[in-house]
């Protein structure tokens, strides 16, 4: 890329985060999916680009982690809020949020285990207690992770999303596309369309096990297209689970 298109693509960039880029995060902390922040955008932003914030604030909110969780989870967080004064001016100011505050980005409770549990877990790696999923022990997978999330808090609780494969059907040859139908032919519209709205740009990526997530987990898992990996780090448990 010369010069002039870097700066354009640059310039581009920072007109369209200026011009949307507080809605889409916005909309985004609401559980709208990525098609359906862009057709309720005022400004007429690309797709991909609206993508390209949008991942970027999941991320920054941890929403969606690149590696497995672990004790940085716990650690002190750089957020924004927004302010009004009593004139209607409105200004942002940087806040941090620890473990024991409130997940204001994802508008979810923090975790209610005891401070001294966190505290523990914040100052050294997590001791994974390791179990396998057995309905037959452990009843109906849905019933089961809805009582971790319940006892432990959503926002330190994550799945394991292999759905890379997803990213690459335009490009293979080698029966991908019929791998990735397989995959969310069992979801409903909205289910499927947050899973294609999300750019899987490595094999695994790490998903906060929200009631979104939840629900997409139980419906691939019952249709036998899931094995993988669920994560309550503010109870160091983590379960794995075999399609």
Known sequence: MDE????QSALSGFVTEAA?????????????TLDQVVDRLDYPAPRA????IMMAYLFESRVLLRKEPSAELFAPQEQFVQEQD??????????????????????TADVTMTSQRKE???MRSILWKESIYDPR??????????????????????????FGKLADDQYSQNGAETIAEEIISC????????LQGIRWD???LYHRLNQRMLEILSKLYEAGVYGGVCFFAAGQEKITISP
């Open 4 to 7: 002039t298109n870097y700066f």
């Open 20 to 32: 949307c880029g507080g809605a889409v995060r916005h909309l985004t902390d609401l559980g709208y």
């Open 49 to 52: 680009k609206v993508q390209r």
């Open 86 to 107: 009593a004139y209607g001016r409105r200004s942002m100011r940087k806040v941090m949020v620890d473990c024991k505050g409130q997940n204001n980005l994802t508008n």
């Open 120 to 122: 523990t877990a914040q």
């Open 137 to 162: 022990r452990d009843g109906k997978l849905t019933e089961l992770l809805h009582r971790k999330c319940e006892k432990y808090g959503e926002t330190y609780s994550y799945v394991s999303c292999p």
């Open 187 to 194: 979801l409903n519209g909205r289910q499927r369309e947050y």
């Open 202 to 204: 490595q094999p695994v």
